[in-house]
């Protein structure tokens, strides 16, 4: 299984930077968000406002409007909304100019551990979604808000989110991935 | 110009910021499941490496643009039940998932098809929150609710302080990382 590829750390794909540069790259953008349009780095409320719009044609718009949570939070194309569509060009621009785009169903971590099925990855991959949401929207944050852009300003708040997600994942992978690759 | 930029205006300055976090997810080679799901094992440093550079890179500047008037801080508040349960589920679902909200976006550019699928996901967890909301407020989100409070508050140790030690943690970290990954990564498992 240690094949060559797949989980060897030190294989830079074309294209990767060093986490070293990203990190002091990352930190840089938050002095020019927070310095130019005092907005810090997020990603989960916009995903919950436009949630709203996928669960009104099932749910209602009455049922949306009367929500107390999206009356806090309503969709519309705000700076949070266009930031998220933004993450999503910038990162198709990068993988565009680096030519690494690869379609990928069953990435290879995954597969070593529960074999190369779409029908077992697939259901696996919407309920981590909907998990890791729901637990974002209940923390206030995620791993940009919280843990990027809430840990650089010393929040209370922020580090217990950072140190609790990085312990509750530790125990996760430890029982996902327990036992190797015993199913090919 | 006076900053900060409000309105119009910084509403779309928020494609290019977006732009360039998406980007840098992207080249910090975060946007690959394998890379996020394998730090969680302790078997590749990466995502450690670029959040506590960000953390005290980041943290520095916005403490000095803060200190000069140039930044407010914005602080999310501490209601530890709340925080502590989502953080905890978040860990669960970004292990099961493989990515954090942010780099699934980032992911599905790149061509991961299940990463669109748990977005899937994101929007029915989003939706599942926004229905329970009433109930978490009222149940959940008061318990040890301690406010917008920051580190150097509760503790007396000055930001100066935290900055020394998140510095010292960072260079011992990276310093034990670089020493061992190098030759024999494959022997740890």
């Given amino acids: 299984m240690n094949e060559n590829k797949e989980s060897a750390s030190d294989l830079q794909p074309r294209g990767r930077w060093s986490p070293y540069l990203v990190g002091a790259l990352l930190g840089i953008l938050s002095w020019l968000v927070f310095a130019v349009v005092n907005t810090p780095l997020g990603i989960s409320t916009p995903i919950s406002s436009a949630a709203s719009l996928c669960a009104a044609p099932i749910m209602g718009g009455e049922a949306i409007s009367a929500n107390a949570y999206w009356t806090k939070f309503p969709f519309k194309w705000d700076y949070h909304m266009l930031f998220l569509v933004g993450t999503f060009l910038g990162s198709l621009a990068s993988v565009l100019a680096s030519r690494n785009f690869q379609l990928e169903t069953v990435p290879a971590t995954w597969a070593e551990r529960f074999g190369g099925s779409k029908a077992v990855r697939l259901p696996a991959a919407f309920l981590g979604g909907t998990i890791i949401m729901f637990g974002a929207r209940m923390a206030g944050g995620c791993t940009s808000g919280h843990g990027i852009s809430g840990s650089l300003q010393l929040a209370l708040s922020s580090w217990v989110f950072f140190l609790t997600l990085f312990g509750f994942g530790v125990i996760a992978a430890f029982f996902l991935f327990r036992g190797g690759s015993s199913k090919t | ?189």
């Avoid at chain 2, 730090?39 to 506590?52: A, E, G, P, S, Y």
């Avoid at chain 2, 500047?61 to 140039?70: E, K, N, P």
């Avoid at chain 2, 407020?137 to 030690?165: N, S, Y």
């Fill in chain 2, 1 to 189: 110009m006076t900053l900060p930029i409000t309105g119009e205006t910084a509403r779309w300055l928020a494609i290019p910021f977006g732009m360039l976090f998406g980007a840098l997810l992207h080249r910090g080679g975060v946007a690959d499941y394998n890379v996020i799901v394998n730090q969680f094992r302790f078997r590749d440093f990466t995502v450690l490496k670029i959040m506590l550079t960000a953390i005290v890179v980041g943290g520095l500047g916005v403490w000095m643009l803060h200190g000069a008037g140039y930044a407010q801080y914005q602080i999310k508040p501490a209601n530890l039940l709340g925080v502590g349960l989502g953080a905890a589920l978040f860990g669960i679902g970004m292990v099961l998932y493989g990515y954090c909200p942010g780099t699934g976006v980032a992911a599905i550019a790149t061509g991961s098809l299940h990463a669109l699928v748990g977005f899937a996901g994101m929007l029915a967890g989003a939706v599942l929150y926004a229905l329970s909301y009433p109930w978490v407020e009222k149940h959940i989100q008061v318990v040890a609710a301690l406010g917008k409070v920051r580190l150097p508050e509760i503790t007396g140790i000055p930001e100066w302080g935290w900055f020394a030690i998140l510095s010292a943690i960072a260079a011992g970290v990276f310093w034990l990382l670089e020493r061992k990954t190098k030759p024999g990564a494959a022997a740890v498992s």
